[in-house]
């Protein structure tokens, strides 16, 4: 997701108001953006390397609009979503997709919920199509849900059950958030995802599966007008609904406490040490605070040269691996990690010294201009490699729009970091990386 953020700005050139179509039509320069008349929002992003279009629809509602005690069921519905409809049948879509030698893929996050398809220009249409008719034709009975409760037991249970990294981070993430929604996993907790039924998955359909709680975007050899003349023939004929939306606002405490949770198990084969540190995101931090938290990420350790990969991994040896990082994609609060992990003799223990020793300087000391500039160009050389994927150029409209951000926010973005100064970080570092605001993890083998 870091990367999602961080890519934003020197991917677009030229973007006009959301209701015009902009009049620059270079290759990938020309970032068009629309709202159809029931609210839905299209943008589309011109990119004619290759005869292949990406075509995505977000909906802004995630495990955060989960109801209390049915934890999961944003994520239950998403495998729902590929069950049959009024005008199709189970797999119909899917089939089609296969067919034409495309992709396909859906995914859920605390913020948003995710459907793509990568297809060939002429299926655009026919992919809008389906997408609309999925979006308020779903046909749900208690023989199509009740047995994908199953499926997504089973796939919590590979994912967390037999990860003992995954069954540490969930405590520490619930330790971290003791208030807001994001302290529960998305996928739910094993005991509310047995207890969720056919009403509840229809329920969160109705509520948040409406043209104006979504945004499609659409990447690839297109011409803007005819991607909004196809939306315009699918997505516009879904009728607006009438009643506005309400969203729950949930507004974690400030921490006063520093807090520790360790697992041993035997499955572990490497123990690893992080901390994680309550920060505002992109969407809640003050001007100038989320793009110093991302500097400050990359001087501590965003890359080979960053201070704990240079004291702690090639000059101490204290540890194999070593880093940082700023999880700034967020609708609300989110999170800066620090980690590590021992190497040879040394323990745990260790490592959280020689970091704690490493953060410790910083904080009194500062950080360098040339540290500034190298993790800033670090970042930006970056940016190169998102250009590259169409799915990626799709993903970071889509994820900045979905959590409440606007085309402005990507423009802007690389001004922004280049405006940060070295007092900056050192201000962002100061207030942030204290201990009542941290969450300490160990992972160690049992025995």
Do not use: C
């Not at 849900?145 to 037999?162: A, F, G, K, N, Y």
């Not at 909004?228 to 949930?250: D, F, H, M, N, Q």
């Not at 500097?295 to 704990?308: D, H, K």
């Amino acid at each position: 997701m870091r990367l999602f953020l961080t890519s934003l700005a020197v991917l677009i050139t030229l973007i006009m108001p959301a209701e015009v179509r902009s009049a620059e039509n270079s290759e990938r320069s020309a970032v068009s953006s629309y709202f159809l008349e029931n609210g839905l929002q299209l943008v589309v992003i011109p990119d004619r390397r290759a005869p292949v279009v990406t075509h995505m629809i977000w909906y802004k509602a995630g495990s955060v609009e989960d109801p209390p005690g049915k934890s999961g069921i944003a994520h239950f519905l998403e495998h729902l979503m590929f069950k049959g409809t009024v005008k199709h049948e189970e797999g119909a879509f899917s089939n089609s997709v296969a067919e034409i030698g495309g992709e396909e893929n859906a995914f859920t996050t605390a913020d948003y919920t995710g459907y793509y398809q990568k297809i060939a220009p002429s299926a655009l249409g026919k992919m809008m199509a389906f997408e609309a008719d999925r979006m308020r034709n779903l046909v749900l009975s208690d023989a199509v849900v009740l047995p994908e409760l199953e499926v997504i037991l089973e796939e919590r249970s590979q994912r967390v059950s037999s990860n003992p990294n995954a069954i540490l981070s969930e405590t520490a993430q619930a330790a971290l958030f003791v208030h807001h929604p994001y302290g529960t996993p998305v996928i739910g907790w094993e005991h509310e995802i047995r207890s969720l039924t056919r009403e509840d998955a229809i329920s969160f359909y109705d509520k948040w599966y409406r043209p104006s709680n979504a945004v499609v975007i659409v990447a690839g050899d297109v011409e803007p007008d005819e991607v909004l003349e196809l939306a315009r023939a699918t997505y516009g004929l879904i009728k607006a609904e009438s009643e506005p939306l309400s969203r729950r606002t949930v507004i974690e405490p400030e921490p006063t406490v520093a807090r520790s949770v360790s697992y041993s198990d035997p499955r572990v084969t490497t123990p690893s040490w992080r901390r994680s540190y309550l920060v505002p995101s992109y969407q809640k931090a003050s001007p100038g605070e989320a793009e110093a938290l991302d500097l400050l990420g990359g001087v501590l350790g965003g890359a080979s040269t960053s201070r704990f990969h240079r004291k702690l991994v090639l000059e101490s040896q204290i540890s194999s691996s070593a880093g940082a990082y700023y999880q700034g994609a967020a609708r609300d609060m989110t999170y800066f990690v620090v980690y590590g992990s021992p190497r040879g003799e040394n323990d745990l223990g260790a490592v959280e010294q020689a970091i704690d020793a490493q953060i410790k300087t910083l904080l009194e000391e500062g950080v360098t201009e040339e540290e500034l500039v190298r993790a800033r160009q670090n970042i930006l050389k970056s940016i190169i490699y998102a250009q590259d994927s169409q799915v990626t150029l799709a993903r970071i409209y889509g994820s900045v729009l979905a959590m409440g951000g606007t085309i402005s926010d990507v423009r802007d973005w690389t001004e922004k970091l280049n405006a940060v100064t070295v007092e900056d970080v050192d201000r962002v570092a100061r207030k942030y990386l204290v201990m009542p605001r941290s969450v300490t993890s160990y992972l160690r083998p049992k025995g």
